[in-house]
C-alpha cells in the first residue's frame, strides 16, 4: 500500500520557519519525482516546489523562490520543505504528492499520489 505522510505543520508568526516532512511508505519514493502542494482556504490547490529522483533536479514556484528548499533524504525515505520567512499569505494545507514517471511537474494531475496533508498556519 503506498502511503505519504506529512508531518511538520503548526501556528507560527510571519518571519518564522518551519520544516516540513513527507515519508513515503517502502519503495515510495525510491524512484518518484515528489512535490509539495498547498491549499489555501476557497482556492485550488497550488505547485509549491518538486524534486526528481534521477538527478535530484529541483523546481520552485516563482512565490517560493529563495525562501523554500526542497531536499531528500532517501535513507529515510522522506521529503521535506525548509520554509523560510514565512508570510500570513502562505497559509494553507500543505500536501506531499509523489509521480512515478519522475517528471517534477508542476500540475498535480501528474501525480498519482497524495498525503492527506499537513496544517501551517502564520499569524501577523
Known amino acids: 500500500q503506498v502511503q505519504l505522510v506529512e508531518s511538520g505543520g503548526g501556528l507560527v508568526r510571519a518571519g518564522d520557519s518551519l520544516r516540513l516532512s513527507c515519508a513515503a511508505s517502502?519503495?515510495?519514493?525510491?524512484?518518484?519525482?515528489t512535490a509539495w502542494f498547498r491549499q489555501a482556504p476557497g482556492k485550488g490547490r497550488e505547485f509549491v516546489a518538486s524534486?526528481?529522483?534521477?538527478?535530484?533536479?529541483?523546481y520552485y514556484a516563482t512565490s517560493v523562490q529563495g525562501r523554500f528548499t526542497i531536499s531528500r533524504d532517501n535513507t529515510k525515505n522522506t521529503v521535506y520543505l525548509q520554509m523560510n520567512s514565512l508570510s500570513p499569505e502562505k497559509t494553507a494545507v500543505y500536501y506531499c504528492?509523489?509521480?512515478?514517471?519522475?517528471?517534477?511537474?508542476?500540475?498535480?494531475?501528474?501525480?498519482?499520489?497524495w498525503g492527506r496533508g499537513t496544517q501551517v498556519t502564520v499569524s501577523t
Open positions: 504528492a509523489a509521480d512515478s514517471e519522475d517528471g517534477g511537474s508542476y500540475t498535480a494531475a501528474e501525480y498519482e499520489y
Open positions: 517502502v519503495g515510495t519514493t525510491g524512484r518518484h519525482a
Open positions: 524534486i526528481r529522483w534521477s538527478d535530484s533536479r529541483t
